[in-house]
């Protein structure tokens, strides 16, 4: 199995970006456990981290024929991308939506996600394990 892990803009800035919300681990952090995971489940695994848009969106595109499922979490772009909405949904690979914080229980701006519509599933507020429990799900055939 093939999956792809997708980030966002900021998420290059874990343990420095507001650590009360998203904790003091950094991204190399971050990319070592899912690898350790994936590894010991026999998973193969490919990691993308931008700031833009249009790489996040191409990166989904270029998933389409290799990769068996998608894990994003778009940070901010959860609330503002129909781009990244289409291209999910285009690709048509079974993909989770993750968010380390508790995006329900923070401001009003951040209750709507876009990319959420064409997601399987969506877990939020669990720290960085969410994305193993999103690895796990994809891999269990959800």
């Known amino acids: 199995m093939k999956i792809l892990v997708i980030n966002g803009p900021n998420l290059n800035m874990l343990g420095i970006r507001e650590p009360d919300h998203y904790g003091r681990e950094t991204y190399a952090d971050l ?36 990769a068996d499922g998608i894990v994003i979490n778009p940070g901010a772009y959860t609330h503002t991308s129909v781009a990244i909405l289409d291209a999910v949904k285009s690709v048509g690979i079974p993909t989770v939506e993750v968010h380390i914080s508790k995006v329900e229980e ?37």
């Open 31 to 66: 990319v070592a456990k899912i690898q350790t995971h994936c590894d010991a489940k026999g998973v193969e695994v490919s990691f993308c981290q931008s700031n833009h848009e249009g790489d996040l969106v191409d990166e989904i595109q270029g998933a389409y024929g290799t």
């Open 106 to 142: 923070r401001e009003d701006f951040r209750q709507v996600s876009y990319v959420r519509l064409a997601c399987v599933k969506t877990i939020t507020g669990h720290g960085t394990d969410g994305y193993l429990e999103a690895i796990d799900y994809l891999v269990e055939g959800r």
